[in-house]
């Protein structure tokens, strides 16, 4: 696998199987993903957008084909070693957040740093920084109910980097938020894309959105078609 | 921030919620505490009889009294240590509401068959010389006040002074105690001569016959040689252990064990029922919070402890407070109960099974939903949030 190919998916397939049906989602998909790269998928509902961030993202397993990330064959992991693989690679940003309501601010950011050794002031130093990054140092002590969408979803990139992964993985990340905030959110990703050389895959259903990645890739009936964007 | 955090976080997330499950463990537990210290206090008879103890009763039923001729009988058997012989005198004091447990006991004997209790050379001898004399237990000395020296007036319910009345003047000689806490120290003992010279009817019968054999593995034996030797006489007796006496006479007021097996059972099962559809819903309502926990890569077995430690603290936090109020509520009433109900304590035992219960409680209602969360996937978990 080249050296600069974070993820390599070769000849990937998804099959859901409901009572007796079966339903293929990819069958036969190959992508390549550069290291640090932003990349949007886009397309259609129910053309496995979604599916397919699961099985980056490793919370899903492809019915046949091989998922390589940075050398490691992530579809051939248990469950366990799939848990510890995330934890050390993957930033989650997801359209609704899933911060933990009974956790401020601070708190939320720290979950990640629980799967780690690092000592709690190295934990709070991690978290300082990283709630600086997305500007909340303010509303560290706030609860998700006292904040507002775009500030919940600057809590949730701040959880997502705070570990240091080399991935982040955004589900709809300005799904639920106006224009202007949305803009927001995404020149903060794209930050985090060019200062911070994190590997972005972002699905979206805006092509606003889509823009501000460096392609955009076309989902369509289980196949690709990538699309260069002006950045 | 750690694990036991997230799970007081989660714990307290809903402060009614958890008052209220609280509650219910508590009350079942001050439940709990409660009737075992009862069950206790009725079985501290029973627990504390010695074993090679046996009692010999009129066959009819123990109100029936033996010929006095028994005692030597008695006496003669083999393996047959040591005899004595005791009559109910249906005792009260100033107010017939107010009964004691009073006997006139053989003295010379007594002491020798329950050589549990415990009283000074000094003061048993002067008792044995004072016919008018009696001894009373720690616990009744400390539950009417009376002192050594004390002039204390008892009156019967059943027998007649020959002087008229039914009122007998005794002088407190002593105080015995007991070896153990447990042994019941709440009663009276005084000269079977002086009651038998005194009292206007009743004749030289005993009440009962109380022995020690030589071993407890020939009591079987004894006992079945006492009640030949009296077989198709007009008196015929019924020998039993002591244990066994003491339980028949507490059967009397019904299965006391199977009553409280009830209660608690009931109140177990309630709670559990309770608490565990509690649990259940809980952590249904954050299957959303338990996929996102997973996303971030923590491990199904490290979500499945936080469940099972957040429903045992659960158990354990009603469970403490339940027992700990049981404790005080049985410690303020048992000087005023000590009467009817002695040794009404919250003992070790009590505690340590109260905490079996606790660790049981809390795992019971733990386990669906951490195994639950422990199989949850994380798509269906996204899903189904």
């Not at chain 2, 198709?232 to 507490?250: D, I, P, R, V, Y």
């Amino acid at each position: 696998m080249n050296q600069n190919v974070i993820f390599q998916l070769n000849n990937v397939s998804k099959q859901f199987v409901k009572g007796k049906e079966s339903l293929s989602i990819f069958d036969g998909l190959d992508l390549s993903i550069q290291k640090g790269d932003f990349v949007a998928i886009m397309g259609p509902s129910g053309s496995g957008k979604t599916t397919l961030l699961n099985l980056l993202g490793g919370v899903d397993q492809p019915t046949s084909g091989e998922i390589h990330f940075d050398n490691e064959r992530i579809d051939e992991l248990s469950e366990n070693q799939l848990a510890k693989w995330r934890a050390n690679n993957v930033g989650f940003i997801f359209q609704f957040y899933n911060l933990m309501p009974m956790l401020n601010a601070a708190r939320n950011v720290e979950l990640p740093l629980l799967l780690t050794n690092l000592s709690s002031a190295q934990r709070q130093q991690s978290v300082k920084t990283a709630l600086e990054l997305v500007g909340l140092t303010d509303r560290a002590k706030h609860m998700p109910g006292e904040l507002s969408g775009g500030q919940l979803q600057r809590v949730a990139i701040a959880r997502a980097v705070v570990s240091d992964p080399k991935l982040l993985l955004c589900d709809e990340p300005t799904g639920d938020l106006d224009r202007q905030t949305a803009d927001e959110i995404l020149e903060m990703l794209q930050l985090l894309n060019r200062e911070f050389e994190k590997t972005i895959v972002m699905v979206t259903h805006d092509p606003a959105a889509a823009k501000y990645a460096n392609r955009t890739l076309h989902l369509d009936k289980g196949q690709f078609v990538e699309k260069e964007l002006v950045t | 921030m750690n694990d036991l955090f997230l799970v007081y976080k989660n714990l307290t997330r809903k402060k009614m919620r958890l008052f209220l499950t609280s509650f219910a463990i508590f009350i079942a537990f001050l439940i709990f505490g409660a009737v075992s210290a009862l069950k206790g206090s009725l079985d501290s008879g029973i627990e504390m009889s010695a074993d090679n103890r046996l009692v010999v009763v009129h066959k009819t039923n123990f109100t029936v009294s033996l010929p006095y001729a028994y005692v030597n009988k008695v006496k003669s058997i083999e393996g047959v240590k040591d005899v004595t012989h005791a009559n109910w005198f249906g005792g009260y004091y100033q107010e017939p509401a107010s009964q004691i447990v009073a006997m006139a006991v053989e003295p010379q004997t007594y002491f020798d068959v329950y050589n549990e209790l415990v009283i000074a050379p000094e003061e048993k001898q002067r008792w044995l010389k004072n016919q008018t004399g009696m001894l009373i237990g720690k616990r009744m000395a400390k539950v009417y006040g009376w002192k050594i020296g004390d002039r204390v007036p008892i009156s019967s319910n059943i027998f007649s002074h020959k002087q008229g009345g039914h009122t007998w003047e005794f002088v407190v000689d002593g105080i015995f105690d007991a070896e153990e806490v447990q042994t019941d120290t709440g009663y009276m003992i005084f000269h079977y001569k002086y009651f038998k010279e005194t009292q206007s009817f009743g004749g030289s019968n005993v009440g009962w016959l109380v022995l020690t054999t030589d071993s407890s593995s020939i009591n079987e034996k004894v006992a079945k040689a006492i009640d030949m030797e009296f077989a198709n006489s007009q008196a015929e007796t019924e020998t039993s252990t002591e244990k066994a006496f003491n339980k028949a006479f507490l059967e009397q007021l019904g299965n006391i064990g199977l009553i409280i097996f009830s209660v608690v059972f009931m109140a177990f099962f309630t709670i559990l029922i309770v608490v565990g559809n509690t649990m259940v819903l809980a952590v249904r309502e954050r299957t959303n919070e338990i996929a996102v926990l997973k996303t971030l890569g923590f491990k199904s077995i490290r979500i499945f402890k936080m469940i099972l430690m957040e429903s045992l603290l659960l158990a354990f936090i009603g469970g403490l407070i339940g027992l700990a109020v049981s404790y005080l509520v049985i410690q303020g009433v048992s000087e005023q109960l000590a009467r009817f109900l002695p040794n009404m304590v919250l003992s070790q035992s009590i505690i340590i099974q109260a905490l079996v219960y606790m660790l049981v409680l809390g795992f019971v209602t733990g386990i669906v939903p951490a195994m639950s969360a422990l199989r949850l996937n994380i798509i269906s978990g996204f899903n189904r949030g």
